[in-house]
């Protein structure tokens, strides 16, 4: 009889073992809503950037192209000069949320 219990008992541990190791994988998993605020974040974070552009004399908001994902920034575009593109990194850097810039900036002489 405890033979047969114990019997049972690891049948049902070996069965019930993929389904606790599935469940443990999916909770590593973002869930929707957090890749949503993922994205509200990265967008809030393209739009400080664009915003301290705007701010700004030395810098051109309307030709500097900025996206985000995760705290990376990546910078494009181009801008007249190489202060400019410092400029624009330094402000980037500076923005709270930011991890780390990727500059793509190209600097071309204005016609």
């Known amino acids: 009889m405890k033979a047969q219990v114990a019997v049972s008992f690891l049948t049902l541990g070996l069965a019930l073992a993929p389904v606790a190791a599935q469940a443990a994988a ?25 915003t301290a552009f705007a701010k700004d004399k030395d810098v051109s908001a309307l030709k500097i192209n900025v996206d985000s994902d995760k705290g990376t920034v990546k910078l ?26 990727q500059n793509n900036l190209k600097v071309v002489a204005s016609k």
Request: no cysteine; hydrophobic share 35%.
């Open 76 to 101: 494009t575009g181009n801008v007249k000069s190489k202060e400019e593109a410092d400029k624009a990194i330094a402000i980037a850097k500076a923005t709270e949320g930011v991890v780390t810039v």
């Open 26 to 50: 999916d909770a590593a998993k973002p869930t929707t809503t957090e890749k949503a605020k993922e994205g509200v974040s990265d967008s809030a974070l393209t739009a400080k950037i664009k």
